[in-house]
């Protein structure tokens, strides 16, 4: 069989070639960015060997593989014969200080360099002065020439305040505090009331509060335990959080009157409680007030004693027992003071 004629054709020696570039042309990998990784590499090694010691992952699939069928038959029929036994051997990588600097890394906090810009800065600021927290009269402004929504103007004024480098410098202009600016957003607490039963009328001892009284209380009807706890779990989602949580009808969400009551369902649902008073807490960067309302003429099988005793000495740090209308309100106005 004849060769082909590339095959028998002379080698010629290319001249015009730099050898020694061509060389580590082939053998870079490319230009490290990372300071940790480039002072950690061998260029001796290979690219898998070199991650690996430094304790990261060549392949995320192969690090974290999900196993198909195929291998859990496999490993089905394997696993009967006891004459082979396979033995992983766990390595340690030797250069696991790289990875412990980039999760150190990722950790660190970042500066904000997120600027508005001026012609932004300049219309925010022009409907503050003049409207205040009127976002609907903001809307309906004469300068208003893109057509933007209240609420989009709201975010925008509230991506403003974010921003302490420019709202600084406007407080400053208008020689005006922090303080004085949140006082003048809102005059009362942005109350959520919480109850397992239908909101339909005023109660009997109540008188029907005002339209802006009306305006700083969210009624949420919450049918169970379930409900209560996904509400709660989703409460970084709102854009306004609460400074004070009510719930009402708690014996209900613990199940208190159910033949097969749990007492870490009860513990569940005051966890859960405590944890989005934290997270409300940490946006707001003021205290937040969890108020939980129960019966304790209920039903139990500890020999006439409360159940939710347990969970109100655990979780709860103040007990106010009501006896009387007035004194009960007065003892509940003091605690936020």
Not at 114 to 121: A, C, E, G, I, K
Not at 167 to 173: D, G, H, M, S
Not at 275 to 295: G, T
Request: glycine residues 2%.
């Amino acid at each position: 069989m004849t060769k082909l004629r590339k095959q028998r054709r002379r080698k010629v020696y290319r001249h015009n070639v730099n050898r020694k570039r061509l060389r580590n042309k082939i053998e870079s990998v490319g230009k490290i960015s990372c300071k940790e990784i480039k002072e950690a590499w061998d260029k001796r090694k290979s690219v898998k060997t070199n991650l690996e010691e430094m304790g990261l992952s060549y392949d995320p699939n192969k690090t974290l593989g999900i196993p198909s069928n195929k291998q859990k038959l496999k490993l089905s029929i394997t696993s009967n014969n006891d004459d082979w036994e396979e033995e992983q051997l766990d390595t340690k990588p030797t250069k696991s200080h790289v990875a412990q600097a980039l999760e150190e890394d990722a950790r660190a906090p970042r500066v904000k360099l997120f600027r508005l810009p001026n012609n932004q800065v300049e219309w925010v600021t022009y409907l503050m002065d003049k409207y205040g927290k009127d976002y609907k009269a903001m809307a309906r402004d004469k300068k208003n020439y893109y057509q933007e929504t209240w609420k989009q103007i709201r975010a925008k004024i509230k991506r403003f305040k974010s921003i302490p480098e420019q709202y600084q410098v406007y407080l400053k202009q208008r020689n005006k505090t922090i303080e004085d600016s949140e006082e003048s957003d809102e005059n009362g607490f942005y109350v959520w009331l919480i109850s397992p039963q239908v909101f339909d009328k005023t109660p009997k001892n109540v008188k029907t509060p005002d339209k802006e009284v009306l305006q700083l209380i969210t009624f949420m009807y919450l049918k169970d335990c379930t409900d209560l706890v996904t509400q709660m779990n989703g409460i970084h989602l709102w854009d306004k959080v609460p400074s004070v949580l009510i719930v009402t009808g708690f014996e209900h969400y613990c199940g208190v009157q159910s033949p097969d009551y749990n007492p870490l369902q009860a513990a569940l649902i005051s966890t859960t409680l405590l944890d989005s008073a934290a997270v409300c807490a940490k946006r707001k960067n003021e205290k937040i007030f969890v108020l939980v309302c129960f019966c304790t003429k209920t039903s139990s099988r500890s020999e006439g004693k409360n159940p939710l005793q347990v969970i109100k000495d655990l979780y709860f740090s103040c007990y106010l027992e009501k006896t009387g209308d007035n004194d009960f309100c007065k003892n509940v106005t003091q605690l936020f003071k």
